[in-house]
């Protein structure tokens, strides 16, 4: 587990960890309890933090990114997915609302692409029983 202690809303929350946070964490050396550390193991703070991370995105090249960005591109990359329901994404951002939720969550031209063509699928196997000009129209009295 991930445990967020000093949080924006002050609130402490628990985030399990996946297989590949786990396996990331293990590989590096352990200096501390805590796995952002300075030297001598030591816990280091938010504006270092961000310091570091501006480092490796102009070792790496990255432009026009941010630390926040890394919150935008985790809910969105699960709500794109089949089995993650959009409640889950809010409580693993600790969003209260979900509007907030929603905010973070965008989808992909290309995953947009692929949910409107399911129609295409639904459609053939669901054809049109009679043509639209024969279709009987019922009329509703108040």
Do not use: C, W
């Amino acid at each position: 587990m991930i445990s967020l202690l000093d949080t924006k809303n002050g609130e402490r929350r628990d985030i399990p960890m996946n297989e590949t946070v786990k396996s990331t964490l293990n590989a590096l050396e352990r200096r501390s309890d805590f796995v952002f550390s300075n030297r001598n193991g030591n816990r280091i703070h938010n504006a270092q933090i961000q310091v570091a991370f501006h480092e490796a995105l102009t070792k790496s090249g990255i432009e026009d990114f941010h630390f926040h960005d890394l919150r935008h591109t985790f809910a969105s990359n699960l709500v794109m997915q089949e089995d993650v329901e959009l409640n889950d994404v809010r409580e693993l951002l600790g969003h209260k609302t979900m509007t907030m939720t929603l905010r973070y969550a965008h989808l992909s031209p290309k995953h947009k692409t692929r949910v409107v063509n399911i129609l295409d699928r639904v459609m053939s196997q669901n054809p049109p029983q009679e043509k639209a000009e024969e279709r009987k129209v019922l009329e509703f009295k108040k």
